[in-house]
């Protein structure tokens, strides 16, 4: 999937059955929106009006590719920017249903994170503004058991860079239970 790849919403908006609607793909792994705990959003154009959520988002082979799921709106109505989960990530949930009767997530305990500020990088002697603050903690979570700590910048996530806090707390989900991860962290300037 590509932005500005056209798409077709399908579903019951105002109980009008049978709807579909056109538009193009705007952006794609859209986070930080505040809908849920794990957001990695297909975003388009195509009218998902309230009735449209649990619709189809599907190419124009009519392949689907997501599950409409929410709109931005001010005012209740279509205001041109819907959500749509990928259709990977339905199948992911609807696999660990089936197979452990729950959706089963990487987990580190507790974490805060916040948006890094070119003053705070400065503060914490980080060389650039690049990457993600520890801003609190639990004692009892395991990243706290690990070494992390308040203060910390995170740069990278077993070995992606990390910019924002919506992705890693993707990549903290979408890592194996009891596995093993790597973050490289900024403490003190090292």
């Known amino acids: 999937l590509k932005v500005a790849q056209w798409v077709l919403a399908i579903g019951n908006p105002f109980q009008l059955n049978e709807t579909v609607t056109l538009g193009i793909v705007s952006a794609l792994g859209r986070t930080s929106l505040g809908i849920s705990g794990y957001e990695d959003f297909i975003q388009t154009d195509a009218a998902i009006n309230p009735g449209n959520s649990g619709g189809a988002l599907v190419n124009t082979r009519g392949e689907l590719i997501g599950i409409n799921t929410a709109i931005f709106s001010q005012s209740g109505g279509y205001q041109g920017i819907g959500f749509a989960i990928p259709s990977n990530l339905a ?78 707390q993707r990549m903290i989900q979408d890592s194996t239970i009891g596995g093993t991860a790597t973050l490289d962290v900024i403490r003190d300037g090292r």
Do not use: C
């Open 91 to 168: 199948r992911r949930v609807v696999n660990d249903f089936l197979k452990y009767g729950e959706v089963r997530r990487g987990d580190i305990g507790y974490v805060e994170f916040a948006p890094l500020t070119t003053q705070a990088a400065e503060e914490l002697g980080a060389p650039s503004a690049r990457g993600v603050l520890v801003q609190r903690m639990r004692r009892d979570a395991a990243a706290f058991s690990a070494g992390l700590r308040p203060g910390d910048i995170i740069v990278a996530f077993n070995g992606n860079a990390v910019t924002d806090s919506g992705p890693l």
